[in-house]
């Protein structure tokens, strides 16, 4: 008995892996002087192969945070046994396929020029919408892997040809609204196609935007200093004229198709909404440029040369888009003159006196006064009374003419032009003599 078990093998589950295998020997060989049997010969015991794990399909894929938490935990999600790593999830049966992108439209920026108003002949005011110029630049496109933008100008175009506001507080104090719409394409060539071959066309999109001009007015050329309402109603047609403040309410829609002939895509712009008006009034004609004038001058006597400078200016552009020239024309560029030969800058001072004194010189001629000579001055003058009291006894075009040489002599002085500022004093005495 003590020799069958000793020749038994060693029990399985007393083995690790990793130890050295047992060597058995047979009882006889532990006896001294025993004998070997065949059936007691020396085995070696190996250890058998691990079994194959069971595969129940792999396990769902988990972020990264929650499959550590399950890891420590030790509580995995069962995997599902129809899973492949061959197939993905847009692989199977049944699923819708993915709806098209819509187009993303937007308005970057707009512009509105309205002409200005003129008083018609039944007392309305009337605009020329023809000569009206309104655009807008439209961004449409979409994003993404495959994703294009364009941006398009579009022109828009008044639905009436004039518009007339009653001459009333209550009309002209009121926006005045007009439709307006247009329409721009663009070729976008081949488009990327799906799967089954299919152009991936996007879905119209569309936009809403709302724009007011700002409040800040700035006349343009030809015009003078803003009026209001009131003043401008009791002013006549020629000394007064209305300009706009603007506003757009539009609507963008942006489609794409396909064109029959070559399969590429044009994408098509539509804008369609409203156009806004709102008088404003200001100075025009002759009655501009005397307040010009007369502003340009009272900055003058208040030494703010800057504001005069810019006054005449204002007043000169004023004055170049009427025929005949007013006479005023003379006079501020009498005074401009002036301001710049106190500013020591003679040389502009000099062109300006020289046109000055051509524009006097009409106007002298034109009324027909002409230089008064010694023989035909009054006794008093010929006296000792002073030369102003005289120059205020002559006609305005002679003084106005002796008092631009004068001006005209001392910014050729100042430049050192001693014998033209001689022949301007010499001729600024014969019309005061």
């Not at 194959?52 to 069962?78: C, F, I, M, N, V």
């Not at 706009?244 to 064109?259: D, G, M, P, V, Y």
């Not at 369609?272 to 440029?289: D, H, Q, S």
Request: positive net charge.
């Amino acid at each position: 008995a003590s020799a069958a078990a000793a020749a038994s093998p060693l029990p399985q589950d007393k083995w690790r892996p990793g130890d050295t295998p047992l060597s058995v020997r047979s009882a006889g060989s532990e006896g001294s002087g025993s004998s070997k049997s065949p059936s007691s010969t020396s085995k070696s015991w190996q250890p058998e192969p691990p079994a194959a794990p069971l595969t129940l399909g792999s396990p769902p894929k988990l972020p990264r945070g929650k499959l550590e938490a399950s890891r420590s935990t030790g509580q995995l999600p069962a995997a599902s046994p129809s899973s492949s790593p061959s197939e993905s999830p847009g692989a199977s049966p049944g699923t819708t396929p993915r709806t098209p992108r819509m187009l993303e439209v937007s308005v970057e920026a707009q512009e509105a020029i309205v002409p200005a108003a003129t008083w018609s002949a039944d007392g309305s005011l009337e605009v020329l919408m023809r000569q009206a110029r309104c655009t807008v630049t439209v961004k449409a496109g979409y994003a993404g892997k495959h994703g294009m933008h364009v941006v398009l100008r579009v022109g828009l175009a008044p639905e009436q040809e004039r518009l007339n506001i009653a001459r009333s507080p209550d009309s002209l104090s009121a926006w005045a609204v007009v439709k307006l719409s247009g329409a721009e394409e663009c070729d976008l060539g081949r488009l990327p196609v799906r799967s089954n071959g299919s152009p991936r066309l996007p879905k119209p999109g569309g936009c809403q935007h709302e724009w007011t001009e700002e409040e800040h007015f700035a006349p343009g050329p030809g015009c003078g200093p803003q009026v209001a309402l009131a003043e401008a109603l009791d002013l006549d047609a020629a000394s007064c004229r209305a300009e706009f403040r603007c506003r757009l309410i539009l609507r963008a829609r942006a489609t794409c198709s396909l064109q029959a002939s070559n399969g590429n895509a044009t994408l098509r712009l539509e804008v369609e909404g409203e156009l806004a008006v709102l008088p404003r009034f200001c100075l025009a004609g002759r009655r501009a440029v005397q307040t010009l004038y007369k502003a340009a001058r009272s900055s003058y006597c208040g030494g703010e040369e800057g504001r005069a400078i810019q006054a005449c200016e204002r007043g000169l552009v004023v004055a170049n888009t009427l025929m005949p020239r007013p006479r005023e024309t003379g006079d501020i560029l009498n005074l401009l003159g002036a301001l710049h030969l106190r500013r020591k800058s003679p040389a502009l001072a000099v062109k300006c006196l020289e046109r000055a004194l051509a524009f006097r010189s009409q106007a002298a001629a034109s009324e027909g006064s002409g230089a008064l000579s010694a023989r035909e001055a009054p006794a008093s003058a010929r006296s000792a009374v002073t030369v102003a009291g005289y120059v205020s006894s002559l006609p305005p075009a002679d003084a106005a003419l002796a008092g631009t040489l004068c001006t005209l002599g001392g910014a050729h002085q100042a430049m050192g032009a001693h014998a033209e500022a001689y022949q301007c004093y010499q001729r600024a005495a014969a019309i005061l003599e």
